[in-house]
DNA sequence: TCTTGACATAGAGTTTACTCTACATTGTAT
DNA sequence: ATACAATGTAGAGTAAACTCTATGTCAAGA
């Protein structure tokens, strides 16, 4: 299937400018109908959900677009550009353990009001 | 121990900008000596340190303004207060979920490309 | 006394990632 | 034939969170 900006829009919760953006900066390119609109395939898509995964664990644009750059290049950068995921597989896993040790922390302090409140409430 | 900008500056690793912008937007009020200079106290590190955390834990500095706000008023916010941190707590859970399925969906990618290289390399 | 170096304020500038505006085209329904 | 909604480009504007600059003050050592 091929789909406007408008559908892909849609189907990626991503705004018609941002797609229009993220094209700008090199990290999505949807082929053109006879008539110069965008004309975005299931390919994108499914490459448009992995960018919004890399995103969402913090790799900046910069460096998706490099990989998107690799990726355009095809079979010969693949060992590169699974060395950029397992680095980043890397530092996810670090960010995951970090917020596990926020949270832990936050539980303290959650547990410290609780006692507060209570106390607070006796002392009338 | 009081601290002066510099020295405060080296233990929480934030740049002496980033302290007077925190102090600018209410989220921490270090004393003044008699010159005017700001003077920071161990209540103020801790207080930063769970500002740092509450920030890495992705609260937007509006919100830990709030916060800050309801704390400066002292114990009849408190139940305000742990209701804020519960919520957050919450959300930081969700965080950490929504990160460990990435890195499955990651780990399978990478796994993909393990077997690509590996197809590639021998097709010569 | 003179010179630093750390600190003070106010406000300008930067970075990232969008998000919006202005204006021109084009495909489709009336 | 005409209106109108979707799309196109180029470039300006926005929001968040810093980060830096200009200019001034002040305590302490040479």
Redesign the pocket.
């Known amino acids: 299937m091929e789909y406007?900006?408008?559908?892909f829009s849609r189907l990626t919760d991503l705004?018609?400018?941002?797609l229009?953006?993220y094209e700008h900066e090199g990290l999505i390119t949807p082929g053109r109908n006879?008539?110069?609109?965008?004309s975005y395939s299931d390919k994108d898509l499914a490459w448009i959900e992995f960018i919004k995964r890399l995103?969402d664990t913090g790799m900046?644009?910069?460096e998706i677009q490099h990989y998107a750059k690799l990726r355009a290049e095809g079979d010969p950068t693949l060992r590169e550009r699974m060395e950029m995921l397992t680095a980043h597989r890397e530092t996810l896993n670090e960010q995951i353990i970090q917020l596990q040790e926020h949270m832990a922390k936050l539980d303290d302090k959650i547990d410290f009001y609780r006692q507060e409140i209570d106390r607070t409430s006796k002392n009338n």
């Open positions: 406007s900006i408008g559908e705004g018609i400018h941002t229009r953006y006879s008539s110069n609109r965008r995103k900046p644009i910069k």
